[in-house]
């Protein structure tokens, strides 16, 4: 099953949808309620059960909701309708990210850096790469803008399969967008925050997919395509990339456990991957381009792009 945070009408309130064989169902309805994803997904672990479990028990008598498929869910700020609105799948009190996780983001690291040797002993070390990127009142929506710094000529997005912990488990999986400024992290390793942490730099979504719908999470492919927007209109693709999770050098699970070492993170707390999709040396993005990141069995998380 997939999970979507999203605000159905015009009284503000959100709500839990859940897709099940393609069709939707409200789960702020029932007797057993829940208005957002780390509630529902704590629920199940605190008894014991898987959260499809829980979620099957609450539309058994339900009709699914009319007129909403998987295509339709509204992009805020891409396509005009009033509702619903797709928000984060999480409202993730912390979000940490894993780097040069795949052997194509090493090389380029390299490639960018005037301290090249510290990419790969990264890559080849036992403990992996970490970073904060963000609290909740950080991540953007779907449909929503996602940023470039105003003082970096070189941005490029990172696709990214990342995953949510309750009780310090992974119990789900969505599509993260990790914008990077390739100039400032390539001037100095040690201006990474800078690079990585700034408005705008982070989005999640559209929804959260249970473990079962994931059984392989090192088996996912990745797509990215970038559109370009000219005077007249019409967008042109200018960048088209492919991955699959299979490359990741550290799996989910080695990196949970190492994020986790000496280090309290709290539920709900969503982790990004790291990216085997780069962008060549002579791109980079620009204002209103329009990122597209698909990963197989989560879906498909789309933002444009401003200057901040």
């Not at 169902?25 to 997904?41: E, Q, R």
């Not at 605190?46 to 699914?64: F, L, T, W």
């Not at 490359?247 to 994020?259: G, P, S, V």
Request: net charge negative.
């Amino acid at each position: 099953m997939r999970y979507y945070q999203v605000i159905l009408d015009d009284s503000g309130r959100k709500t839990v949808l859940v897709e099940s064989n393609g069709r939707f169902y409200d789960l702020s309805n029932g007797s057993n309620s829940f208005t957002n994803t780390i509630d529902l997904f704590k629920c199940a672990n605190d008894s014991e059960k898987h959260v499809d479990e829980i979620s099957s028990d609450i539309i058994k008598n339900q009709k699914p909701i009319d007129g909403i498929q998987i295509e339709g869910l509204t992009i805020k700020g891409l396509v005009h309708s009033d509702f619903p609105e797709i928000l984060s799948p999480v409202d993730a009190p912390e979000v940490w990210a894993f780097g040069v996780t795949y052997m194509d983001s090493m090389k380029e690291r390299q490639a960018e850096s005037g301290v090249p040797d510290v990419y790969a002993k990264v890559y080849n070390a036992d403990r992996p790469e970490a970073f904060f990127k963000g609290t909740k009142d950080r991540i953007q929506n779907p449909g929503d803008l996602v940023g470039i710094r105003g003082d970096s000529n070189w941005n490029v997005p990172e696709p990214e399969l990342a995953f949510m912990l309750i009780d310090g488990k992974i119990v789900g999986y969505t599509v993260g967008n990790d914008m990077s400024s390739r100039t400032i992290e390539g001037e100095n390793p040690l201006y990474l925050p800078q690079a990585k942490i700034y408005d705008k730099s982070l989005a999640l979504g559209p929804c959260i997919s249970s473990t079962n719908s994931v059984p392989d999470p090192q088996n996912l492919l990745v797509n990215m395509t970038i559109y370009r927007v000219d005077d007249k209109t019409r967008r042109n693709l200018i960048f088209k990339g492919t991955a699959n999770t299979s490359q990741m050098k550290r799996n989910c699970e080695y990196l949970a456990d190492w994020l986790q070492r000496h280090n309290h993170v709290p539920d709900g707390t969503v982790v990004l991957t790291g990216t085997g999709i780069i962008p060549p040396p002579e791109f980079t993005l620009q204002k209103d381009d329009i990122i597209n990141i698909e990963i197989q069995n989560i879906g498909k998380l789309t933002n444009s792009v401003t200057i901040v």
